[in-house]
């Protein structure tokens, strides 16, 4: 069994410590970020926490309205600027805590007055000590490459800081039962994309979409497959993919879509009608019968009907299917060739 394996499996105990230990640090954050009246949040990070910063986004724009960017962050360690943050939540994200360029955003973000933030697995971290406020994920030591359940903590709390600052307390129970969300996933689908994924032994290339707030589970199960199986895996939200990329579709080429349920659903059915006349290999993960039978292969999620809750199934699916994919391929998903654990980029 890999590493990747077992951590994928550990992630509802990680979300349900993390939900224990959070509850002070982000009731205080959102009186800070309210007393202060934000009005605006940059998020910045690499690699994986820069998905779940794409999640942040929505989240956060879809709970307080507050807009949302996604830090550039070369225009602090490239181009020696600083920008206006005065009146802005600025989130760095970052597992290990030792991201240099986001680290110099958050310097930055300090020196101009903003409210800063980090949110690592690792609260001795620079990047922890750094900001005024800091979230811990308690994912515990991840030791495959291949991040999972650093992830999925992320995201929740990114879920958890949304939904207190907009006083959402519909929201916050939705979150409360993420946990057991996930566990659900991983019980009933964990033997079932083992059997499947078999099939997919040769796959060379995919592309992988979404809609709406799930295009951030796109970017991380494309960068999954990617980093694990070293197969070119490509991710575009389905309104992106539908505006060039498309051309690209050939028949039998494998596609990943994740359709559940809720408000982006019916512009899943368009784009997969699409595939449909293409003669595309459609891997579909979804909770709604109808989309699941235009799969060729596919993977039911747990029911919900809210976009903010089915990425952490969604991921979970992501996360299993590369790592069992890698494996089928004799390849070693928790030590990926050219990659290590932390990487630092400036």
């Known amino acids: 069994m890999t590493q990747m394996w077992n951590e994928i499996h550990e992630q509802p105990a990680v979300i349900e410590r993390c939900l224990k230990a959070n509850a002070g640090p982000i009731n205080k954050i959102a009186d800070v970020i309210k007393s202060r009246g934000v009005d605006f949040v940059v998020i910045a990070a690499r690699g994986t926490s820069d998905h ?16 949302v960017a996604l830090a550039a962050s070369s225009v602090f360690t490239v181009y020696g600027r600083s920008l206006n943050l005065r009146n802005s939540l600025v989130i760095a994200i970052s597992q290990s805590g030792r991201a240099a360029d986001v680290l110099e955003v958050i310097r930055s973000a300090n020196k101009e007055g903003a409210v800063t933030l980090s949110i690592t697995n ?14 811990y994920c308690e994912a515990g030591p991840e030791r495959s490459v291949a991040a999972t359940k650093s992830f999925m903590a992320q995201i929740f709390l990114l879920g958890q800081l949304a939904a207190k600052w907009a006083g959402n307390k519909d929201m916050e129970l939705e979150l409360s039962l993420v946990p057991d969300k996930i566990s659900q996933t991983i019980e ?16 060379d290339e995919c592309f992988v979409l979404a809609r ?29 993919f539908q505006h060039g990329p498309i051309a690209m579709v050939e028949k039998d080429m494998p596609v ?43 993977f039911e999620i747990p029911g919900t009907e809210n976009d903010i809750i089915s990425p952490f199934m969604n991921a979970a699916v992501a996360q299993m299917f590369a790592c069992k994919l890698a494996v ?7 030590s990926p060739r050219e ?8």
Do not use: W
Request: glycine share 6%.
């Open 122 to 135: 690792s609260p001795g971290s620079p990047l922890a000590n750094e900001a005024t406020y800091h979230l």
């Open 328 to 334: 089928i391929k004799g390849l070693n998903p928790d």
């Open 52 to 67: 779940a910063a794409v999640y942040g986004k929505y989240v956060i724009e879809l709970s307080t309205g507050i807009p």
């Open 339 to 346: 990659l290590n654990k932390v990487t630092v980029t400036l």
């Open 256 to 298: 990943m879509a994740f359709a559940p349920d809720g408000p982006s659903f019916k512009y899943m059915e368009e784009i997969v009608d699409r595939l449909k006349q293409k003669q595309v290999e459609l891997i579909m993960v979804s909770n709604v019968k109808k989309m699941l039978d235009e799969g060729t292969c596919s």
């Open 188 to 203: 009933i689908l964990s033997s079932v994309i083992e059997e499947k994924t078999a099939r997919y032994r040769f796959m």
């Open 212 to 240: 709406g707030i799930n295009y951030a589970v796109a970017l991380e199960a494309a960068l999954k497959i990617q980093e694990t199986t070293y197969v070119r895996a490509k991710a575009f939200a389905t309104s992106d």
